[in-house]
Every structure is written in C-alpha cells, then in structure tokens.
C-alpha cells in the first residue's frame, strides 16, 4: 500500500517524480513478491516497511538494477533501466550491507574507486562523514576485518557522499551505535528537504523524526 503521509501522497504529478516504477513484477520459484507494482517516487524520504520476508531488500535490489524484474519499467527521471542500464546504475547509488565483494579492499580503497561510478561523488563531504560516522581509526583495515556496524558505516558514508539522484538504504541503523544513528538521523532529515534527490529506507519502522515524503508498506500491497 502506498500511503499518505503528513498531508504529502507518493503518487506525484509525473513532471516531479524522480524514481517512476511501471508494473514492477518479481517472483521466487516459491513465491510470488510483487505483481504490477507501480508507483512515482518524489524527492525526500521514502520509507520502505513491512515484517521479516515482505521483500524490502529483494525490492530495493530490483530498484537497484542489481536483481532483473520479470516485467516492468523502471526510471530514474527520464532514463530508463531498459534503454540505459550503465547511466540508469550511475544514478542509482545501492550497497548491500551483506556484500562481500570489496572484503579485500580497505576503506580508503573503497571510496577511491566511487568516483568512477557516481559522477556527483562528493569528497569534501566523505571527509565529515569519516568523521562523524567516527571511521578514522579503520579506514586502512581491509573490509573484512571490521566489525559489522563498522563496515555499514562505509556503506553508508558511501551512500551519502555519492550524491546520487536515487539512494536505497537497506536497514541502515543495523549494528550501528547510539552516536551513529544520531548522526545518520541528522544526515536523512537533511536529505528531506533536498530537491531533485529520493531517498529510499528500508526499515520496520518510522525512522525517528525524520520527515517522510511517503510510505511503501510492502505487507498491504
């Protein structure tokens, strides 16, 4: 179900929407996920909810261009996954926090090789990301030696110096300290009022007071 929330509804004119989603379709071998889901997805935060196994990761990763849909159009602005795939992806900043893939590289590494993939990557912010997710100290271990809240904060620190147009973060207070989910709070109710930017959280619940543009409960579609 796409929700209103305070007074502000997901379903936008298409002229403002930034993420349009046309007849998304997804299933398991066991189970079917999504079935025709359409929605236009606005600037500011956009709660992805629902209980354990309601496909917030699976639909994240589909938004991604990471997991193939079985039908449906995806796009961000006017650049479709279809037609575009490497633009679309450049546009589309997604990190699964489970990934092993870079586990070799050291954070420094990490954020080296981020510019060639985000065109908008903002260095000057990483450096006060660094410091305010307090990743100083670990930024020359490689990946798989931090712990896991430390390694979400890379990802993290990542998603937030990409300065992507459209930002997927799966559950990303997990494993995190008392003083970096503050942080991360005060970073996303930023993100709220940026235009021309859509954030997309994965999450069980409303993340604080952060102010959401909409919600996409996943366990009412």
């Known amino acids: 179900m796409l929700k209103q929330h305070e007074d502000r509804f997901i379903e936008h ?3 403002s929407a ?4 046309e007849g998304l379709c997804f299933s398991y071998p066991q189970r079917e996920l999504f079935t025709h889901l359409s929605a236009r997805i606005a600037s500011g935060v956009t709660l992805v909810c629902g209980g354990d196994g309601s496909g917030k990761t699976t639909l994240l990763r589909l938004l991604a261009g990471q997991l193939p849909a079985q039908a449906g159009v995806l796009q961000v602005n006017d650049m479709r ?3 575009q795939p490497q633009c679309y ?3 589309v900043f997604w990190a ?3 990934s092993e893939t870079w586990d070799q590289l050291n954070a420094v590494d990490y954020f080296k090789s981020l510019p060639r993939v985000y065109p908008q990557f903002d ?3 990483l450096a006060g990301l660094i410091e305010g997710l307090s990743l100083t100290p670990h ?3 490689p990946l798989y ?4 809240g430390s390694k979400r904060k890379v990802w993290l620190a990542a998603a937030f110096a990409s300065r992507a147009t459209v930002t997927l973060l799966d559950e990303p207070f997990a494993a995190l300290d008392k003083a970096s989910i503050g942080f991360v709070l005060e970073l996303l109710a930023d993100a709220s009022s940026h235009p021309g930017r859509a954030w997309l959280v994965a999450h069980y619940e409303e993340p604080g007071d952060v102010p959401l543009t909409a919600i996409i409960d996943l366990d009412n579609l």
Do not use: G, V
């Open 145 to 148: 030696m931090l712990s896991t």
């Open 13 to 15: 004119p298409a002229t």
């Open 89 to 91: 992806r450049q546009q």
């Open 18 to 21: 930034i993420l349009h989603i």
């Open 81 to 83: 996954l279809s037609d």
């Open 123 to 125: 260095e000057q912010m």
């Open 139 to 141: 930024l020359h271990k």
């Open 96 to 98: 699964d926090p489970r």
